[in-house]
C-alpha cells in the first residue's frame, strides 16, 4: 500500500488554479441539467421502467378479468381513450377504481416500507413495527363492533367513517409508540422493541373486540382486517392519491438526508445532519403513507416488509429504493388481488395473499440474519 | 484550499490571530459526571495549520474533548468557537462545510461501493436536487486520487483492508473539503504499518495542503512524530501541552500515565521516544 501512494503523486501536484484533478469517478456518471444533477443508476432506472410496464399489464389484465371480461388490448386501449361506451363504463367506472386503490395502496406501502427500513438501517422493519396497521384495525374494529353502544369517543369515530376512523387509529399508535421510544434521540432497536409491544397489545385488543361482536359484525370486521379491494370506488382512490401526491415529493427531498444517516448518528452530525429532527420527520412521512393505505384497503401485510427489500436486491444500492419500492408495492398488490381472485376463487382479501406470500419470506429474513450474526 | 469554503463561514471578528478552533471554559459530562473540564472548564486553543495530537490515558475524556470540538457534544458550560464564532450559534450544515470530523467507528452501509462512500462526504454541500454537481465530482476524484484509492472506486467497502478502509474513510473527509480535521483515534485497530501509512497521509494534507487537524492519538511515539503540538489530558484536564519535547518528558509520562519511562530521541525523526520501564524486565 506504501508503493500505491508514491504512484498517485502525480494526481496531486499543486498548480494554483490548475490543478490536475482526474475528471470522471468511476461508477458514478452525472446526469446533469443547469443546477439539477443526480448519478445516472442504469440498474434503477431499468428497474422503474419494467416495473412501471409490468404494473400497466397485470392492471390491464386485472381490469379485463370479471363476469364480462375484456381482452387486455382492449382494456390498454380504453386507458389510452379508445374503445367502445360499454367497455369505457365498465373500465373507468366499475373495474379501475379497484385496480388503481390496489396500485396506491401498495405503493404507499412500499414507500413506507422502504422509509422505515432506511432510517431503522434494518430489514426487519416495516410500518407494522410502528404500530400503524394494528391502531388502525382498532380503530376499525371500534367502529364496526361498537358503534352506537359504545360511549361518545367510538361515536366520534363512527362519525368519520370507517377509512378516517381507522386512519386516526394507526396514527395515534405510531404516536405512541415514538412518545415511549423517545429518549434522549430516537434509538432503532428501543423502536422496535417499543413498536412490537404496542403491536402486541393492539392485536389483543382487536381479538377482545372480535370476541364480543355479533356473527354479523364478526363477519364485516374479519373481511376489513385482512385487507381487501372488494367494491372500491373512486372515493377510495382518491384520498390516497391526494396524500401520496402531497407526501412523496416531501419524502424524496428527505431521504436524500439518509446518505448521511446510513453513516451513522456522529458521521452524519459531522456532515451538518440534524439526526433526530431528520428521522422523526421521515418515520412521520412513513406512518402517514401507511395509515392512509390502511385506512384505503384495510391492513395489507407484509408489502412494506418485503418489498423494500426485493426492490433493493433487484435496483442494487445501499438502501431500499424509493420509487422502486412504490413500483413494487404496486405491482405486488395488483396482483396479488388478481391472484386472489382469479386462481384462489370467489372474494379471497389480497391481504391473504400478501401474507401467504410475505410469511416464508420473512423467516428467511430471520434465518440469514441469525446466521449472519452468530457466523 | 480556502476555494472549498469561500461561500462558507465569515471570518468575523477572530479572537486570537491564527487560532481556528477555540474551547472556553468547556465543562462536559454524561449524567452527573463531568468527564471533561473538572471544576474550572477547559480552555484549548488550535491554531492554523497545525498538527495537535490529543493523548492520556484511557477514560481521561480524549474523546469526549474532540467530540465536544467536533459539535458532538454539547458541553454543559462554556463553549467551542469556530474562527471566533459559537459553534451553536452557526447552522450545523454551514459548520460542516469548514470543520470534518472522523468519528472513532464510523459505519458503512452494506454493499456500499469507494466511490458512493466519499461521495457522502459531498453532503454538506449538495442538496436534494443537486446531488453530484460539477464541483463534488471533481472533490471526491481528487480526494480518491489523493489517497490512493481511485483504482478501487467501484469495490464495495468489505472487500477492503482495514488499512484500506481507513484510508477511504479518510477520502470522505477530504472530499468534505473542510479545512479542519477532527481525528477520532484514526489508527485503532490498525497495525504498524498501516498506522504509519495513515498518518502520513495526515501529515501529507497538512503540509501540501494547509489542513488543521487535531487528532487522539494513543501511541506516543507517533504522537510525538507527526505531531507538532501536544495535549496531554489527565482527568478530564490538560496536563501539559506545547511541542512534543516540552509535553513528553519522564515526569508527564509518570504524572499522566503512571507510567515509569525513560524519555530518548528517537533514532529517525528526533522527537521524543517514550520507552517503558518495566518492574521485571528491566
Redesign the interface.
Known amino acids: 500500500?506504501?508503493t500505491?501512494?508514491d504512484?498517485?503523486e502525480t494526481?496531486?501536484t499543486?498548480t494554483g488554479a490548475g490543478?490536475r484533478?482526474?475528471?470522471?469517478?468511476?461508477?458514478?456518471r452525472?446526469?446533469?441539467a443547469g443546477?439539477?444533477?443526480?448519478?445516472w443508476r442504469p440498474r434503477g432506472a431499468a428497474v422503474v421502467l419494467v416495473g412501471a410496464a409490468v404494473l400497466v399489464l397485470v392492471g390491464a389484465v386485472s381490469i379485463g378479468r370479471g363476469d364480462y371480461p375484456i381482452a387486455v388490448g382492449d382494456v390498454l386501449r380504453v386507458l389510452f381513450g379508445g374503445g367502445s361506451r360499454s367497455e369505457t363504463f365498465v373500465v373507468t367506472e366499475l373495474r379501475l377504481p379497484r385496480v388503481l386503490t390496489g396500485a396506491l395502496v401498495g405503493a404507499a406501502l412500499g414507500i413506507a416500507g422502504a422509509i422505515t427500513q432506511g432510517v431503522a438501517?434494518n430489514p426487519l422493519t416495516s410500518p407494522d413495527v410502528l404500530g400503524v396497521t394494528d391502531g388502525a384495525g382498532v380503530a376499525a374494529l371500534l367502529v364496526l363492533v361498537l358503534a352506537g353502544t359504545g360511549g361518545s369517543a367510538v361515536g366520534l369515530l363512527a362519525a368519520l367513517g370507517l377509512p378516517l376512523a381507522a386512519l386516526v387509529g394507526g396514527l395515534l399508535a405510531a404516536a405512541l409508540v415514538v412518545v415511549l421510544a423517545y429518549r434522549q434521540g430516537l434509538d432503532a432497536f428501543r423502536f422496535i422493541l417499543v413498536g412490537l409491544g404496542i403491536s402486541v397489545a393492539l392485536v389483543s385488543v382487536t381479538s377482545w373486540l372480535l370476541v364480543i361482536a355479533n356473527v354479523q359484525q364478526a363477519g364485516l370486521a374479519l373481511v376489513w382486517l385482512r385487507g381487501s379491494l372488494n367494491a372500491r370506488g373512486w372515493e377510495h382512490v382518491l384520498p390516497v392519491a391526494v396524500v401520496l401526491v402531497l407526501v412523496v415529493p416531501v419524502t424524496?427531498?428527505?431521504t436524500?438526508r439518509l446518505?448521511?444517516l446510513?453513516?451513522?448518528d456522529?458521521?452524519a452530525?459531522?456532515?451538518?445532519?440534524?439526526v433526530d429532527r431528520t428521522r422523526i420527520s421521515l418515520l412521520g412521512l412513513a406512518v402517514v403513507l401507511a395509515a392512509s393505505a390502511t385506512a384505503a384497503a384495510g391492513p395489507i401485510r407484509f408489502v412494506a416488509l418485503v418489498v423494500p427489500q426485493v426492490s433493493l436486491r433487484l435496483a442494487?444500492?445501499?438502501?431500499p429504493p424509493l420509487i422502486a419500492s412504490a413500483i413494487a408495492g404496486a405491482v405486488l398488490v395488483v396482483a396479488g388481488d388478481l391472484l386472489a381472485r382469479t386462481v384462489l376463487g370467489g372474494e379471497v382479501p389480497v391481504g391473504v395473499v400478501t401474507v401467504v406470500l410475505g410469511a416464508p419470506y420473512l423467516l428467511f429474513l430471520l434465518v440469514r440474519r441469525t446466521r449472519k450474526d452468530s457466523a | 484550499m480556502s476555494a472549498h469554503t469561500e461561500d462558507a463561514v465569515e471570518h468575523e471578528a477572530t479572537t486570537d490571530a491564527g487560532t481556528r478552533l477555540r474551547a472556553e471554559g468547556v465543562r462536559v459530562g454524561y449524567g452527573d459526571t463531568v468527564v471533561v473540564g473538572g471544576t474550572e472548564g477547559l480552555d484549548l486553543d488550535v491554531v492554523e495549520g497545525t498538527v495537535t495530537a490529543v493523548i492520556g490515558p484511557n477514560g481521561c475524556g480524549k474523546s469526549t474533548l474532540l467530540r465536544t470540538l467536533a459539535r458532538l457534544l454539547t458541553p454543559r458550560h462554556g463553549h467551542v468557537l469556530l474562527d471566533g464564532r459559537r459553534l451553536d450559534a452557526v447552522p450545523s450544515r454551514e459548520v460542516a462545510t469548514v470543520l470534518g470530523v472522523l468519528p472513532q467507528d464510523p459505519t458503512a452501509p452494506e454493499g456500499i461501493t469507494v466511490a458512493d462512500l466519499v461521495a457522502r462526504g459531498r453532503h454538506p454541500h449538495q442538496r436534494w436536487f443537486r446531488q453530484w454537481s460539477a464541483e463534488d465530482e471533481e472533490a471526491v476524484a481528487e480526494a480518491l486520487e489523493w489517497t490512493g484509492m481511485a483504482g478501487f472506486a467501484e469495490r464495495t467497502l468489505d472487500t477492503l483492508s482495514g488499512g484500506q478502509r481507513q484510508r477511504v474513510w479518510i477520502s470522505m473527509a477530504l472530499a468534505q473539503g473542510t479545512d479542519v480535521l477532527l481525528l477520532d483515534e484514526p489508527t485503532t485497530f490498525l497495525d504498524l504499518a498501516h498506522q504509519v501509512d495513515v498518518l502520513e497521509l495526515v501529515a501529507r494534507l497538512n503540509r501540501e495542503r494547509g489542513r488543521t487537524v487535531v487528532m487522539v492519538l494513543h501511541d506516543l511515539n507517533l504522537a510525538a512524530r507527526y505531531a507538532e503540538r501536544l495535549v496531554a489530558l489527565h482527568r478530564g484536564e490538560i496536563a501539559v501541552e506545547g511541542t512534543p519535547h516540552e509535553v513528553l518528558t519522564e515526569d508527564t509520562v509518570r504524572d499522566v500515565f503512571g507510567l515509569e519511562a525513560r524519555v530518548v530521541p528517537d533514532p529517525v525523526a528526533g522527537t521524543p521516544m517514550v520507552v517503558p520501564i518495566g518492574r521485571y524486565v528491566t
Open positions: 500500500m506504501t500505491e501512494t504512484t498517485t494526481g496531486t499543486e490543478t484533478v482526474p475528471d470522471a469517478v468511476a461508477g458514478r452525472p446526469l446533469r443546477p439539477v444533477s443526480a448519478v438501517r424524496i427531498a428527505l436524500f446518505d448521511a446510513d453513516l451513522g456522529d458521521t452530525r459531522g456532515l451538518g445532519v440534524r442494487g444500492g445501499s438502501r
